[in-house]
């Protein structure tokens, strides 16, 4: 339970936990008052009450607007616990609007914010709805917001708590009641603020978003007296710079993914060397090695005046649980692999160390990419559209029997980048594949599951439609088959050997 002083009355509750307000606990209720009602419940935990802080509060949203940039550049603060985004021309990046907003919702729920979202034309409507429906996540169409808006409560205005005084002492409770009364009257009664708030709920007046900046960039440097020659003394400022950094990274309970080392000659171009990891770092010795690695890649200045180490990108740093043995092999051999992949991304280079990543694509040769190791080098994959999408649109269509739910077992374990023309004998035209010729081999098919449709759309070159098999053959030997409908022949994909 949090209290703050509130004049003659002393200390009362300004928010309270879910169990509290179960016990009669809720905001307003003086501090002896919460006292007497929460202390006998807590008999096993003893009740926590603790002073409000609002710089803290205030400090802790920034913090929250900040993280929430990943999915908007324009992140703003409304009131002292509220975020506004401007996802105009970013939902798409995340599927769509409800999918991006439900992907808000689980960051600040392993943020752990108790949070409701709503996703609307304005920032005074979405304000209101998320907080006045109980929703957790509402998606707002614009032809349906007026119906939405009518009943919420005046409160839903972000109006003064004078102004909706005045409004209930007039039985004017709900936002729909208020828009019936004579426009004209309203400044007059209640004030100018009244009629723009009405105004900016519905977007007939602008209502500017104030995003929140980031925080400065992190970065430690200087200036040498004279110009420096020795190796082994500009590596020992970088390595006191580089622990000077980590100080302050630390500071933020973050780790470092990106670091930039830049060495300023006496006459010429300055030098930049840039250091990168897979996983957040915030050893001084693990990532002076990727520094050290990298310095030794690049040709640096004879004579050096001027040296400056800048974080490029950072991340929180992860919470682990430690075993009761103390010791978690398992853990131990992810971080060594870690700092394998990133020896070798500092001495190849981060365009030769990759990894494999699924792709959303309904094209089988084009599900898996591969990109580098390097967070920083990465690009962002837009999610699948929803299922169920028409087949010519891109996507898997059940073609004209029924098929099995893609799974594990359905995909190859390995498959030809190109598929291989085969010969194969069906007994119907478009039907099951019966036999086909490869290697010089025929093949007897004895059993065949299918057809699977995949498609993929004019976009992108010539127009995909095929119909796939999961065939078995008398020898036991499972493939995995198609008939281009366009093309009218036959490919061999994969095996399931």
């Given amino acids: 339970m949090i209290h703050a002083e509130a004049g003659r009355r002393g200390a009362c509750v300004t928010a309270s936990s879910r169990f509290a307000a179960e016990q009669g606990v809720v905001p307003g209720l003086s501090l002896a008052e919460a006292r007497t009602l929460l202390d006998p419940a807590c008999r096993n935990v003893p009740a926590h009450y603790e002073p409000h802080d609002p710089a803290a509060d205030a400090a802790a949203l920034r913090e929250l607007a900040i993280g929430l940039q990943r999915f908007s550049p324009r992140v703003g603060i409304e009131g002292p616990d509220a975020l ?114 009405l105004d900016r709920l519905f977007g007939r007046g602008p209502e500017l978003l104030e995003p929140v900046h980031s ?28 622990a000077a950094l980590v100080e302050q990274v630390r500071a933020r309970r973050e780790g470092i993914l990106q670091l930039a080392c830049r060495l300023g000659p006496e006459e010429g171009a300055a030098v930049e060397v840039v250091a990168g990891s897979s996983r957040p770092v915030d050893e001084v010795p693990r990532l002076w090695e990727l520094l050290r690695l990298n310095l030794e890649r690049t040709p640096l200045p004879e004579e050096i005046v001027a040296v400056r180490l800048r974080v490029v990108a950072a991340a929180p740093l992860g919470v682990h649980q430690h075993s009761l043995s103390g010791r978690d092999a398992s853990r131990e051999a992810g971080a060594e692999f870690d700092r394998l992949l990133d020896r070798l991304s500092s001495r190849l280079g981060s365009d030769a160390v990759l990894r494999p990543r699924l792709v959303p694509d309904a094209q089988p040769e084009r599900a898996c990419r591969f990109e580098p190791v390097d967070p920083a080098r990465r690009t962002e994959v837009r999610p699948a559209r929803r299922a169920g999408r028409d087949a010519r649109d891109g996507g898997r269509d059940d073609g004209p029997g029924p098929v099995e739910p893609t799974g594990p077992t359905e995909r190859p374990l390995y498959s030809w980048r190109e598929p291989l023309p085969v010969e194969v004998v069906s007994i119907v035209p478009d039907g099951p594949p019966v036999r086909f010729r490869w290697q010089g081999r025929s093949h007897v098919i004895r059993s065949a599951w299918g057809p699977e449709r995949i498609a993929a759309g004019w976009w992108r070159g010539p127009s995909v439609e095929r119909d796939y098999y999961r065939v078995e053959t008398e020898e036991g030997r499972r493939f995995w088959l198609y008939h281009d409908r366009r093309a009218e022949s036959w490919r061999l994909h994969g095996s399931f050997e």
Wanted: charged share 25%.
């Fill in 84 to 197: 506004a985004l401007d996802i105009g021309g970013c939902a798409h990046l995340f599927g769509d609007e409800p999918g991006m907003a439900r992907q808000v919702w689980q960051t600040l729920h392993r943020a752990g914010c108790r949070t409701r979202i709503a996703v609307a034309g304005t920032i005074g409507a979405a304000w209101g709805i998320a907080r006045f429906t109980g929703e957790r996540v509402t998606v707002v169409a614009v032809e349906r917001a007026e119906g939405l808006l009518d009943p919420l409560p005046v409160e839903a205005l972000r109006l003064s708590a004078t102004t909706v005084g005045r409004l209930h002492r007039l039985d004017v409770r709900t936002v729909g009641r208020l828009r019936a009364l004579p426009r004209e009257s309203l400044p007059s009664r209640f004030g100018p603020e009244i009629v723009q708030r």
């Fill in 215 to 242: 925080r400065e960039p992190l970065e430690v440097g200087g200036e040498f007296a004279f110009p420096v020659a020795d190796r082994q003394g500009l590596e020992r400022v970088l390595q006191q710079l580089l």
